[in-house]
C-alpha cells in the first residue's frame, strides 16, 4: 500500500494577460514548425478574450475544492499545483515539494482519457520534473483516466440537459446531441492504449476514440437523448499532411442543417474546464456556424466546478492509497512520435 504524502494537481496551463499569450504559445508549440504567423492568429483567439484562458482559474478552483474535501474525508494530504506550459511550472512545483520534505506524491490530470497528449504525455511531464529538480524530487504516481466515472459523467449530464432546456421550446425536444474532443492525429490515436506503437486498440480511433465514445453514451442516456447523439472533433492545428480524427464539429453542423435537424446541444465531452478551445472554437466559431444555418445552439458546461467532480477526485486518491501497488499504466503505452515539420 503506497504512503502518499502529498496531492498534485497537474494541468495544461494557460495565459493570464496579453503578455503572457505568445510566450505560452510559444511553450505549447517549441519544436512543432508552427509559422509565426500561425501562432499569431492563435493569439488573436486569446486577446478576443483579454489574454486570459480560464483553465488556470479553474485549476484554482479545484485545487482549492479538493482540499476541502480532503479535509473532511481525513485526508492529511498537502495540495500542491504544477502546469505542463505555464506558471506555476511542474518543474518548479516538484522542486518545492521537495524541499517541503515530500517523498510520494498521487497527481491527479485534468485530462480524462488515455492517449499520448491527454496521459502519456503527462507522464513523461513528470518524469522530466523529477530529472530537472534533482535527487531531492519525489516520486509522482498519477491517476488512471477517469472518463466512466460518475463523478465525470452526472455534471456533463446535468448541464447537458440544462442546456437542452435553454434551447427554444418549439426546437428542444428535437435537439441533437453533438459531443466535442480536441482531434489528434490519426497516428496518435491509433496508438493510445496500447503498449507498442503503431498497433491499434478498441476500435478505429484507438482508446481514446472508444472512450469519448463510451462516456458520450453514458451522458446521452442520463439527458434522455440516447438515440439522437453524435461524436465529433475539433481544433486541429496540424498540417494538411497529416490525418487527424474527423469530422469537425463545424463541418458536422453543416451536415446536420442539410439533413432538416433544427437544434444541437454541443457538449464538450473531451473537456474537464473551459480552455479557449471551448471559448473560441465553440462558443465563438461553432456558435456562429449554427447561427448561419439557422440551427438553434447551446452549449453544456464543463464539469470541473462541480462538488460530484471534487468528490471523485477524493474518491480516486482514497482508492489509490488502498491500492497495494498505487496506480499504473503499462510502462510503455500510448508512446507515439509526432510528425515534425521540416
Known sequence: MPDYDAFLLL???????????????????????????????VAGHYYAFGGVSPINAQSRQILEAARESFDAAGLRLPA?????????????????????GVRRAIAFTTSAYT????????????????AEAGPDAPVIDKIRPYYDRPGF???????????????????RDGARLVFTAHSIPLGMAATS????????????????????????GRIAKLAGREHAWDLVF??????????????????HLRDLAKRGEEAVVVVPVGFVTDHMEVLHDLDTEAAEVAESLGLA?????????????TAMITELVQEAIAAPEGPSCPGDCCRYQPRRSA
Open 11 to 41: 494541468s495544461f496551463g494557460g495565459p493570464e494577460g496579453p503578455d503572457d499569450v505568445l510566450p505560452f504559445l510559444e511553450n505549447v508549440t517549441r519544436g512543432r514548425g508552427v509559422p509565426p504567423e500561425r501562432l499569431a492568429e
Open 80 to 100: 500542491y499545483w504544477g502546469n505542463r506550459n505555464w506558471q506555476p511550472y511542474l518543474t518548479d512545483t516538484v522542486r518545492e515539494m521537495g524541499r517541503a
Open 115 to 130: 492517449s499520448y497528449s491527454s496521459c502519456r504525455q503527462y507522464l513523461d511531464d513528470i518524469e522530466r520534473a523529477r
Open 153 to 171: 459523467i452526472e455534471p456533463f449530464a446535468r448541464a447537458t440537459r440544462a442546456a437542452i432546456g435553454s434551447l427554444p421550446a418549439d426546437v
Open 193 to 216: 492504449g496500447s503498449v507498442s506503437a503503431g498497433t491499434a486498440v478498441a476500435a478505429p480511433g484507438g482508446r481514446y476514440r472508444a472512450e469519448l465514445a463510451d462516456a458520450a
Open 234 to 251: 475539433q481544433s486541429r492545428s496540424g498540417p494538411p499532411s497529416v490525418p487527424w480524427l474527423e469530422p469537425d464539429v463545424c463541418d
Open 297 to 309: 445552439f447551446a452549449r453544456a458546461a464543463t464539469p470541473g466546478h462541480e462538488p460530484e467532480f
